[in-house]
């Protein structure tokens, strides 16, 4: 039986400064930008590279001291933005069950346009093992999921159901099965760690 990894934002070594992907103006919360992405391949508003330092419970921005754009940056959208390298490998790599399209969007970088994509899961996927996964009491919000082999063993990327909401459509809890890892890992692709998830 494959694993299966969580993928995760890498820390910097120092955690209070990084670069960041950001999105100017009015930021859509994660719900808003997904119902106005529906019908839509391209993220209408581009994002800039940005310095950012947390500094007495909050970020200030703060000029660019390197241009370093990682292939999976953090960013105040909540959405998984990956490098073109990034998501390439990823659709090389996919068993053609995800049902999955990309929405396209853009970093500034220094005045120069890098091109990014975002995953977009077009189907709800069953596939926790409800027995094993650990719930909030009373409620079907996850506090620990637990997988079933059975229901992701054709699946090699699928998000974390999101009960009552589209919150599942695209998310930064995504699941990737071992055959992604590798290639990604081979690839050398940056700014992404891989938390082993538990399956039974």
């Known amino acids: 039986m494959q694993k299966y990894y969580h993928i995760i934002y890498s820390e910097d070594e120092d955690e209070t400064i990084g670069n960041v992907a950001i999105a100017h103006g009015e930021?859509?919360?994660?719900h808003e930008l997904i119902a106005e992405l529906e019908g839509l391949y391209t993220l209408p508003f581009d994002l800039e590279l940005k310095k950012l330092r947390y500094h007495n419970g909050s970020f200030v921005e703060e000029d660019l001291d390197n241009d370093i754009l990682c292939d999976?940056?953090?960013?105040?959208l909540g959405c998984p933005l990956m490098s073109s390298k990034m998501a390439e490998i990823i659709k090389q790599n996919l068993s053609g069950q995800e049902q999955i399209d990309w929405i396209s969007a853009k970093i500034i970088v220094s005045g120069k346009e890098v091109p990014f994509f975002i995953p977009r899961f077009n189907k709800e996927l069953d596939?926790?093992?409800?027995?094993q996964t650990m719930f909030v009491p009373e409620t079907d919000m996850v506090i620990i999921p637990s997988f079933s082999y059975n229901k992701i063993k054709f699946l090699d990327l699928f998000p974390?159901?999101?009960?009552?909401?589209?919150?599942w459509m695209i998310t930064t809890d995504i699941y990737i099965?071992?055959?992604?890892k590798v290639a990604l890992e081979k690839e050398g692709v940056s700014g992404v760690t891989f938390d082993i998830v538990h399956v039974v």
Do not use: H, I, W, Y
């Open 177 to 180: 099965s071992e055959r992604v």
């Open 127 to 131: 596939v926790l093992d409800m027995e």
């Open 72 to 76: 999976f940056p953090a960013n105040n």
């Open 160 to 167: 974390l159901p999101s009960k009552g909401d589209n919150l």
């Open 27 to 30: 930021v859509p919360l994660p």
